[in-house]
């Protein structure tokens, strides 16, 4: 595979989506609105519960709207990403994939290219909130928007490639709707999108707290908060980056044909 052929099959999956996302564009809208009214209602409703948050730099206190930030742009990626994974199981169905698993390409390389079209699609979405954020006053640091894109990256990889491993395995889209329930609700409630974690063990939810812990949304949530306030999260970026290989590891084996075509025989056995 030259670099030449490579790029080439990257910029024909790139504009494929791209082209699908803009006639599609109640997607974009829904991405927006969505965490905008999480914002809203729940900054209205818990400012007197929490009061202020403190978030990095730890001496320094917050509003709760500017603490949910993060966890609300972390949303837009979670719910992006399982939409392309979504995309995946219809275009199986389809037959749309096979056809795209044909090509003289390295399979690692297609589902690559899926995903990188799938996280350039979650990053502009979740740049678009910032934008309302900004249209709503939301006092935000000056370079925030800048600190926060190579993290909105490794972000929406990894949730992009969770959305690309549970493809592997939702055979019909009328199975997706109770995937989804049982991964995106989880996985954005317990964490650290609407509340720190403090306060999870402070008030005695250990077992709540423990989950969210090791939910690797979590460490997204505050890789992406600790990258506002340009500052860096260690453990955040390596679960983010470790979770992201394990995903993808897992994506490629699934679509391997071969492998599918030993379990189908040991199943059949």
């Known amino acids: 595979m030259s670099p030449a052929h490579a790029l080439s099959g990257l910029a024909a999956l790139t504009s494929r989506e791209v082209n699908k996302f803009i006639r599609q564009t109640g997607r974009l809208i829904s ?33 709760y709207e500017v603490y949910m930030v993060p966890g609300l742009m972390a949303m837009v990626l979670l719910f992006n990403g399982m939409q392309s994974s979504l995309a995946m199981v219809y275009d199986r169905e389809m037959g749309i994939m096979r056809l795209l698993l044909t090509a003289p390409l390295p399979r690692w390389f297609l589902l690559l290219g899926k995903l990188i079209a799938g996280t350039i ?56 709707a109770g995937t989804m329930n049982f991964v995106i609700f989880p996985m954005f409630f317990i964490s650290s999108a609407l509340y720190p974690l403090w306060k999870l063990e402070e008030s005695g939810a250990e077992i709540v707290y ?22 860096w999260n260690g453990t955040a970026a390596t679960v983010v980056a470790g979770s992201f290989a394990l995903f993808f590891v897992l994506a490629v ?4 044909p071969q492998r599918t075509l030993v379990r189908l025989v040991r199943r059949g056995g």
């Open 31 to 63: 991405a927006v609105v969505r965490p905008s009214l999480w914002l809203l209602v729940f900054a209205a409703g818990f400012q007197n519960v929490f009061g202020v948050s403190i978030i990095p730099p730890y001496e320094t206190y917050i509003r």
């Open 121 to 176: 699609l979650s990053v502009l979405q979740a740049y678009a909130f910032l934008l309302v954020c900004f249209a709503f006053s939301v006092e935000l640091p000056a370079l925030g928007a800048l600190y926060l894109f190579p993290a909105l990256v490794a972000v929406g990889m990894m949730l992009g490639a969770l959305g690309l491993l549970l493809s592997v395995y939702i055979k019909q889209l009328e199975n997706f």
């Open 210 to 231: 423990f989950l969210a812990r090791y939910n690797p949304f979590t460490h997204g949530v505050e890789l992406l908060r600790f990258s506002m306030y340009g500052q």
């Open 253 to 256: 084996f699934g679509y391997d």
